[in-house]
């Protein structure tokens, strides 16, 4: 799913008090933890000078956090502040769009104008080294996520608006399943003996029709099992993985709680409550098992100690953003984000440290692909990346099409993964 941001056109509430994490320089970085400030809707209502400035210093990879300072700065004519902030959003590749480009130097005032110019990227590079593999029928409507079997070696994929997944047969055809009497269907993956395939299903396409099951959908091999294992009242779940281990986690984009399961348990716990993070997304276990990132989409990405529970924020040694991410995911030693949530939209590789607290490194796998409309989520096939590239939230609002606005066909693209 994505939030969209409008510069200059962000409209708060409220404002709210903010207390930040003591800044830190790069040498007392290194090697530390540094923690995850909670976040929720009220965060979210900041909008004095103070407050953000407080709140950058606090998520200092944060796009979003970022352009919400600007518009502050403007705000309190604070010129010299707005150039700051621009360098900063030049320095990690930031690309504001047509309208936004030509009225910054405007309101910045002539006396800075030109340096608010040579400030602004013009035009986003255009990186695309994925390919689409099938297109799903418009009919299946909002595709949000897609896996391919290792056992069937066929592509499923979740539709959130018709509650159903859908297969692709050998001959080339899409058919569809729907499950009696659930919400909608999202996030999908697949149990480390290829045994159960997991559904996340919950209430998210922002409909007044928040009925059906909410909670964790599996797909057994042996019988042709349906198991259900439900989430906790009004949780409604999104983005879902399963560790190496077969612990099944998930996250509730809207809520804010992120909740995990055994597959034999009979409902799921919760790991992180609503109150930490704002909007919980991709999720990612390491290596070693002892963690799981998170993406919060506003705010960052961060690292649940799964002994302690204790929260985390995954910190740059680069100039970096690390918000706007939607899917996420472990591969080897990095972590490979979807951010449809910058500017330019883009996938990119992460390198971690030796203790997965920070990033080291990174590299832009595709980038403003002129075939995107917004991508979305997917899951690995080896060393290649399945998603969708063509999301269509846009097209749907509470649940229903907009007129103008037909369904389309949905790309599912495969994307390689260089070591």
């Given at each position: 799913?994505?939030?969209?941001?409008?510069?200059?056109?962000?409209?708060?509430?409220?404002?709210?008090?903010?207390?930040?994490?003591?800044?830190?320089?790069?040498?007392?970085?290194?090697?530390?933890?540094?923690?995850?400030?909670?976040?929720?809707?009220?965060?979210?209502?900041?909008?004095?000078?103070?407050?953000?400035?407080?709140?950058?210093?606090?998520?200092?990879?944060?796009?979003?956090?970022?352009?919400?300072?600007?518009?502050?700065?403007?705000?309190?004519?604070?010129?010299?502040?707005?150039?700051?902030?621009?360098?900063?959003?030049?320095?990690?590749?930031?690309v504001f769009g047509e309208v936004s480009q030509q009225q910054i130097p405007k309101l910045i005032g002539e006396e800075y104008?030109?340096?608010?110019?040579?400030?602004?990227?013009?035009?986003?590079?255009?990186?695309?080294?994925?390919?689409?593999?099938?297109?799903?029928?418009?009919?299946?409507?909002?595709?949000?996520?897609?896996?391919?079997?290792?056992?069937?070696?066929?592509?499923?994929?979740?539709?959130?608006?018709?509650?159903?997944?859908?297969?692709?047969?050998?001959?080339?055809?899409?058919?569809?399943?729907?499950?009696?009497?659930?919400?909608?269907?999202?996030?999908?993956?697949?149990?480390?003996?290829?045994?159960?395939?997991?559904?996340?299903?919950?209430?998210?396409?922002?409909?007044?029709?928040?009925?059906?099951?909410?909670?964790?959908?599996?797909?057994?091999?042996?019988?042709?099992?349906?198991?259900?294992?439900?989430?906790?009242?009004?949780?409604?779940?999104s983005d879902i993985t399963v560790a190496d281990e077969g612990t099944v986690y998930a996250s509730d984009p809207i809520g804010?709680?992120?909740?995990?399961?055994?597959?034999?348990?009979?409902?799921?716990?919760?790991?992180?409550?609503?109150?930490?993070?704002?909007?919980?997304?991709?999720?990612?276990?390491?290596?070693?098992?002892?963690?799981?990132?998170?993406?919060?989409?506003?705010?960052?990405?961060?690292?649940?100690?799964?002994?302690?529970?204790?929260?985390?924020?995954?910190?740059?040694?680069?100039?970096?953003?690390?918000?706007?991410?939607?899917?996420?995911?472990?591969?080897?030693?990095?972590?490979?984000?979807?951010?449809?949530?910058?500017?330019?939209?883009?996938?990119?590789?992460?390198?971690?440290?030796?203790?997965?607290?920070?990033?080291?490194?990174?590299?832009?796998?595709?980038?403003?692909?002129?075939?995107?409309?917004?991508?979305?989520?997917?899951?690995?096939?080896?060393?290649?990346?399945?998603?969708?590239?063509?999301?269509?939230?846009?097209?749907?609002?509470?649940?229903?099409?907009?007129?103008?606005?037909?369904?389309?066909?949905?790309?599912?693209?495969?994307?390689?993964?260089?070591?």
């Amino acid at each position: 799913m994505k939030f969209l941001f409008a510069l200059f056109l962000l409209c708060f509430a409220s404002s709210s008090g903010f207390a930040p994490a003591a800044a830190q320089s790069s040498a007392e970085m290194a090697g530390a933890v540094t923690p995850w400030v909670p976040v929720d809707e009220e965060t979210g209502k900041i909008r004095e000078l103070a407050g953000l400035k407080a709140l950058a210093i606090a998520y200092p990879e944060s796009g979003n956090v970022r352009l919400r300072l600007l518009t502050a700065q403007y705000q309190a004519q604070d010129f010299a502040g707005m150039l700051d902030t621009l360098a900063w959003l030049k320095a990690r590749g930031y690309v504001f769009g047509e309208v936004s480009q030509q009225q910054i130097p405007k309101l910045i005032g002539e006396e800075y104008a030109q340096q608010a110019r040579d400030l602004l990227i013009p035009v986003s590079a255009t990186i695309g080294t994925s390919t689409i593999i099938t297109n799903v029928p418009a009919d299946a409507r909002l595709i949000e996520s897609v896996l391919r079997d290792p056992v069937d070696d066929r592509l499923i994929v979740t539709s959130v608006i018709d509650r159903a997944v859908f297969g692709l047969r050998p001959g080339g055809e899409w058919d569809g399943y729907r499950f009696a009497g659930v919400g909608n269907l999202s996030g999908i993956a697949i149990s480390p003996d290829k045994q159960w395939i997991w559904l996340g299903a919950g209430h998210i396409d922002g409909s007044d029709n928040a009925t059906g099951f909410a909670g964790l959908i599996g797909m057994g091999r042996v019988g042709r099992e349906e198991r259900r294992i439900p989430a906790p009242h009004s949780v409604s779940l999104s983005d879902i993985t399963v560790a190496d281990e077969g612990t099944v986690y998930a996250s509730d984009p809207i809520g804010g709680g992120v909740y995990f399961t055994q597959p034999e348990d009979p409902e799921l716990s919760t790991l992180i409550a609503p109150g930490t993070f704002r909007s919980p997304q991709g999720l990612a276990a390491s290596a070693d098992g002892a963690k799981l990132y998170v993406s919060d989409y506003r705010y960052g990405i961060a690292i649940i100690d799964l002994e302690t529970k204790s929260v985390a924020r995954l910190s740059s040694e680069i100039p970096l953003i690390l918000d706007g991410v939607d899917g996420l995911w472990r591969h080897g030693t990095r972590l490979i984000a979807m951010q449809n949530g910058t500017s330019p939209m883009r996938i990119v590789a992460f390198d971690l440290s030796q203790d997965g607290m920070r990033v080291t490194g990174h590299r832009i796998l595709e980038q403003a692909n002129p075939d995107w409309t917004e991508p979305l989520s997917g899951s690995f096939d080896g060393d290649r990346l399945l998603y969708v590239g063509n999301g269509q939230w846009d097209r749907y609002v509470q649940g229903e099409p907009v007129p103008d606005k037909p369904a389309l066909s949905t790309q599912i693209r495969v994307l390689p993964l260089k070591p």
